[in-house]
């Protein structure tokens, strides 16, 4: 399996075994002191820096409506993964890759007033959400061997994801004027739509059986994922647009400052 898609798959499986850990201590708490009534939130969202590597930026705010009600918005600049090099380490690679993206969330939280000793936002919630994601990449490569040109390749992909789904988090509360946050969506299924449109052309020299090129053809499908129908002999121009139905899922980590 190609390597971007690996080191995605290990910081998933991190941040569900720091999560599931910081659930558990949560439901330990027991204090009973009261949380100063700051009823803002501003914060910053770790998640796309740790699922997909640096270039994301994603910010937030949370407004306190009741003592247990929030309503809460994520927005910022995020990016897609970047073709590993060392994919590509025995052959000559010219290319120009835009990876511009941008993410949007939404959701009304419902803290837990038997469970939570505090008011929001500390504690456990429940909250219906809704997220957006637009992708707008292109890719352009040339793959040289031995001294000759091998192939080309030439892609551009918009890409829209929509979810709507339900999400369980806890919101620790921290610091001696208790104006820190750490907030984590720990479960949040959801029904996603997907509008996908791409147009790709390629040209390689014979069939696509080097292991080298094969590794360049994953690494790019993981960034287009449609991509697979073009991997193969001769010369495929393609222009096409997809959509449906899928099942999606989020999880967060952010800090945040309450004022």
């Known amino acids: 399996m190609f390597k971007i898609y690996h080191k995605m798959k290990v910081n998933l499986l991190f941040l569900s075994f720091l999560f599931s850990v910081s659930f558990i201590a949560s439901a330990q708490s027991d ?24 270039g994301s930026y994603v910010v937030g705010y949370e407004r306190i ?5 929030s309503f809460s918005v994520n927005a910022g600049y995020i990016q897609l993964p970047q073709i590993g090099k060392s994919l590509l380490d025995t052959l000559q690679i010219e290319r120009t890759t835009k990876r511009n993206g941008f993410s949007f969330a939404a959701d009304y939280r419902f803290y837990f007033k038997k469970r939570n000793k505090r008011n929001a936002p500390d504690g456990l919630y429940w909250a219906p959400y ?8 292109d890719i352009s490569i040339q793959v040289f061997e031995g001294g000759g040109l091998k192939g080309y390749l030439n892609a551009q992909s918009d890409m829209l994801f929509l ?10 509360v921290m610091g001696k004027k208790q104006r820190w946050t750490l907030d984590l969506i720990l479960a949040g299924p959801s029904l ?10 390629t040209l390689y020299e014979g069939e696509v059986n ?3 090129l094969k590794g360049v053809l994953d690494a790019i499908t993981a ?3 449609v991509f697979g129908q073009l991997a193969r002999e001769g010369e495929l121009n393609t222009s096409g647009f997809a959509n449906g139905f899928g099942a999606g899922y989020r999880y967060v980590m952010q800090v945040g400052y309450r004022f």
């Open 31 to 54: 204090t009973t002191e009261a949380t100063p009534q700051y009823k803002h939130v501003v914060r910053y969202n770790l998640t796309p820096t740790l699922v997909l590597g640096t």
């Open 65 to 69: 409506l009741k003592p247990h009600r």
């Open 130 to 137: 809704f997220t957006a994601y637009f992708f707008d990449s």
């Open 163 to 172: 979810m709507g789904g339900v999400e369980l988090g806890y919101q620790f």
């Open 192 to 201: 996603r739509y997907d509008i996908i449109n791409i147009k790709a052309q």
């Open 210 to 212: 080097d292991e080298y």
């Open 223 to 225: 960034i287009f994922p």
